[in-house]
């Protein structure tokens, strides 16, 4: 599994990685966390608002922080 | 609305403490503690409301929907979409460029960046609770008159495409939606979570910003105030403009002196006028669209919605004006 957090260096987006951070360690699986700062390579995943949360290439949320629950009940997924 | 809340306060400060309505210090304490609570409910109640509604919309929903929109009907659904959407300036540049991504003209795209600033959910809780919801309004209503013209004058500028400085490649077919869907219950939770993370950060402004409101209420006669703040002379709106601009971080903080300066004289179409500039002319959000836009388009969007917004103030002033 691959986790990238797409973001732009933004106080919301360094909350995101962390939070996806502590849900993998949670949800006990192994996976590879990116952080993707470069606009254009974000803007290639179509999203409109940041912070991003992608996993293995697919958009799961964007413009919000979630919850560790809820970060674990996407990866567990 | 906050009648019961009143008589609470009334019998509470000129009652069980024997203050005298008539004095200074009896009317600024009065004042104190019922607007800071009034405004404390308005703003959990409307700070709630928003962020539950808008669990349902996100951006890129709004992109889907504004997808090959004409111009002006674009221009008025973007701005509409603003009052809604969740917005921050941070997601400027991710929005601007997704945008284009949709081939969503650039002028539609102005109008929701103008909008969703201007209409954010504590701005108008704080009218609400100030002036009333007639004040709030208006508010609103002119905050998207200025939002649908200056994004649609944007649009009319020749070659405007050109002051974008990343290229863009359109995305191919039709967009989808792509998020994971909430139960009920997250949403609740969450837009319960927001709201009071918001509140916290700013209850303290809210207070101070009372506060000094009622020692002007209390101590400050109104001759003076009017004399200085008020007043229908032609540079009173321009000069509320000019001292709006650097406040946007503390619009909590400062509307409540808005309210006390307009009951003392300042004229309305002057402290709307304010109030716009407070939340629409954003330093911060210019700075951030700068490393994707020329300087000329941003300071000609600027330009534009300052415009704008003073046209609201003299109108205003003219109309209501009285003297």
Same mark, same amino acid.
């Given at each position: 599994?691959?986790?990238?957090?797409?973001?732009?260096?933004? =106080?919301?987006?360094?909350?995101?990685?962390?939070?996806?951070? /502590?849900?993998? =360690?949670?949800?006990?699986?192994? =996976?590879?966390?990116?952080?993707?700062?470069?606009?254009? /390579?974000?803007?290639?995943?179509?999203?409109?608002?940041?912070? =991003?949360?992608?996993?293995?290439?697919?958009?799961?949320?964007?413009?919000?922080?979630?919850?560790?629950?809820?970060?674990?009940?996407?990866?567990?997924? | 609305?906050?009648?019961?809340?009143?008589?609470?306060?009334?019998?509470?400060?000129?009652?069980?403490? #024997?203050?005298?309505?008539?004095?200074?210090?009896?009317?600024?304490?009065?004042?104190?503690?019922?607007?800071?609570?009034?405004? $404390?409910?308005?703003?959990?109640?409307?700070?709630?409301?928003?962020?539950?509604?808008?669990?349902? $919309?996100?951006?890129?929903?709004?992109?889907?929907?504004?997808?090959?929109?004409?111009?002006?009907?674009?221009?008025?659904?973007?701005?509409?979409?603003?009052?809604?959407?969740?917005?921050?300036?941070?997601?400027?540049?991710?929005?601007?460029?997704?945008?284009?991504?949709?081939?969503?003209?650039? #002028?539609?795209?102005?109008?929701?960046?103008?909008?969703?600033?201007?209409?954010?959910?504590?701005?108008?809780?704080?009218?609400?609770?100030?002036?009333?919801?007639?004040?709030?309004?208006?508010?609103?209503?002119? #905050?998207?008159?200025?939002?649908?013209?200056?994004?649609?004058?944007?649009?009319?500028? !020749?070659?405007?495409?050109?002051?974008?400085?990343? %290229?863009?490649? %359109? @995305?191919?077919?039709?967009? !989808?939606?792509?998020?994971?869907?909430?139960?009920? !219950?997250?949403?609740?939770?969450?837009?319960?979570?927001?709201?009071?993370?918001?509140?916290?950060?700013?209850?303290?402004?809210?207070?101070?910003?009372?506060?000094?409101?009622?020692?002007?209420?209390?101590?400050?006669?109104?001759?003076?105030?009017?004399?200085?703040?008020?007043?229908?002379?032609?540079?009173?709106?321009?000069?509320?403009?000019?001292?709006?601009?650097?406040?946007?971080?503390?619009?909590?903080?400062?509307?409540?002196?808005?309210?006390?300066?307009?009951?003392?004289?300042?004229? @309305?179409?002057?402290?709307?006028?304010?109030?716009?500039?407070?939340?629409? @002319?954003?330093? %911060?959000?210019?700075?951030?669209?700068?490393?994707?836009?020329?300087?000329?388009?941003?300071?000609?969007?600027?330009?534009?919605?300052?415009?704008?917004?003073?046209?609201?103030?003299?109108?205003?002033?003219?109309?209501?004006?009285?003297?």
């Amino acid at each position: 599994m691959k986790i990238d957090i797409l973001g732009t260096g933004c =106080a919301k987006c360094k909350a995101l990685f962390e939070v996806a951070k /502590e849900a993998l =360690a949670k949800s006990g699986k192994f =996976a590879e966390i990116n952080k993707i700062e470069d606009i254009v /390579e974000i803007m290639s995943y179509g999203v409109t608002s940041t912070p =991003a949360l992608v996993i293995d290439g697919e958009v799961k949320m964007s413009g919000r922080v979630p919850s560790v629950d809820e970060v674990v009940e996407i990866i567990s997924a | 609305m906050f009648d019961w809340w009143e008589k609470i306060v009334d019998g509470l400060v000129y009652g069980a403490w #024997g203050l005298d309505p008539k004095s200074a210090l009896g009317g600024a304490i009065h004042f104190f503690i019922y607007d800071t609570i009034k405004i $404390f409910i308005l703003l959990l109640g409307i700070i709630f409301l928003v962020s539950f509604l808008r669990s349902y $919309f996100n951006t890129e929903k709004v992109r889907r929907y504004l997808q090959g929109k004409s111009e002006f009907t674009g221009n008025i659904l973007a701005a509409l979409f603003g009052i809604i959407t969740p917005f921050c300036s941070c997601s400027a540049i991710p929005l601007f460029l997704g945008f284009m991504q949709a081939r969503i003209p650039i #002028g539609i795209t102005f109008s929701f960046l103008i909008s969703a600033p201007l209409n954010n959910e504590i701005a108008i809780a704080m009218l609400f609770g100030l002036f009333g919801w007639k004040i709030a309004a208006i508010y609103i209503g002119f #905050g998207l008159l200025v939002a649908i013209l200056g994004g649609y004058s944007i649009g009319k500028i !020749k070659g405007v495409e050109k002051y974008v400085l990343i %290229p863009i490649t %359109p @995305l191919k077919g039709e967009l !989808k939606d792509m998020m994971t869907k909430q139960p009920f !219950k997250q949403k609740i939770k969450e837009a319960w979570a927001y709201t009071v993370d918001i509140f916290k950060k700013i209850y303290l402004y809210v207070m101070i910003g009372v506060g000094v409101g009622a020692l002007i209420h209390g101590y400050i006669p109104t001759e003076l105030v009017s004399k200085y703040a008020g007043g229908d002379a032609w540079y009173a709106v321009p000069i509320a403009v000019l001292m709006g601009v650097p406040m946007y971080s503390n619009a909590a903080g400062v509307m409540p002196l808005v309210e006390v300066l307009s009951e003392k004289g300042m004229l @309305l179409g002057s402290a709307l006028s304010f109030m716009m500039a407070v939340t629409a @002319l954003s330093l %911060p959000e210019a700075m951030i669209l700068k490393k994707i836009l020329h300087m000329r388009l941003i300071v000609t969007f600027f330009g534009i919605v300052t415009f704008g917004i003073l046209l609201v103030g003299y109108i205003f002033n003219f109309i209501f004006g009285g003297n």
